[in-house]
C-alpha cells in the first residue's frame, strides 16, 4: 500500500528486465510501471518518480497425481493485473477516456450501469461482443421496485420537511417507522 500499487491501481509498462530460463528462454524478471495519478508520488533509487518495479514472485504447489504420486509445482510470474481484465466493482470512481466493455457475463442490469457508465462519451466506448438485452428491457425484481418505491417516498417526506409541510420526527426514525406514520397521516 506504501507503494500505491494495489486496489486497481492504474500504470503504464516502461520497461522491464528478464533473465533465461531453463531451457535458455527469455523470462520476465521486473516489470518496471509508471503509476497513472497516484495518491503521493513515489521514489526508488535510480528510477524515475512514480515507476515502481514489479518482480516475480513464484508460488509453490503440491500434487496428487491418479496414482497417488506427489509432485511439487513450482510457478514464477509477475503478479499484475492488465487493464482489460477490470471488473465491473473495481471500475467504480473512474471515468475512461477510452472505456472497452464485455459485458457478456455481467449479472444484473447495476453491473450494465457500471460498466457503461464510465465511458467519458458514448463514442469513447466499444462493447465487445453480444450481452443479454433482457438485463436491460426485462422486468426489475418485486424486490428493486420495492425499494424505488420506498426511495420515493424518503423522497416526499425529506421534501415535505423541507419546505415546513410536515414533522421529520414521526414515529421512532426508521426507515419502515417513518414511511408508514407517513403513509397513514
Avoid at 457478456?104 to 458514448?122: D, E, F, G, K, V
Wanted: charged letters at 25%.
Amino acid at each position: 500500500m506504501e507503494l500505491c500499487i494495489t486496489r486497481g491501481q492504474e500504470g503504464y509498462v516502461c520497461g522491464w528486465q528478464s533473465t533465461l530460463g531453463s531451457k535458455n528462454q527469455q523470462v520476465l524478471d521486473t516489470l518496471f510501471v509508471k503509476l497513472k495519478n497516484p495518491p503521493k508520488a513515489i521514489k526508488f533509487d535510480d528510477l524515475p518518480e512514480n515507476v515502481v518495479p514489479i518482480p516475480k514472485t513464484s508460488t509453490s504447489i503440491e500434487v496428487s497425481l491418479p496414482n497417488d504420486t506427489k509432485i511439487r509445482i513450482v510457478r514464477s510470474q509477475v503478479e499484475v493485473s492488465l487493464n482489460f481484465s477490470m471488473t465491473d466493482y473495481s471500475s467504480q470512481g473512474k471515468t475512461r477516456p477510452h472505456n472497452v466493455v464485455d459485458l457478456n457475463n455481467l449479472r444484473t442490469h447495476q453491473a450494465y450501469y457500471t460498466a457503461i457508465s464510465r465511458s467519458s462519451s458514448a463514442d469513447s466506448t466499444l462493447i465487445l461482443q453480444g450481452f443479454d438485452w433482457t438485463k436491460l428491457t426485462g422486468k426489475i425484481s418485486g424486490a428493486l421496485r420495492q425499494e424505488f418505491r420506498e426511495l420515493e417516498l424518503l423522497d416526499d417526506i425529506t421534501d415535505n420537511h423541507y419546505r415546513g409541510k410536515t414533522t421529520l420526527l414521526l414515529g421512532d426514525n426508521t426507515r419502515n417507522s417513518l414511511i408508514k406514520a407517513y403513509r397513514e397521516a
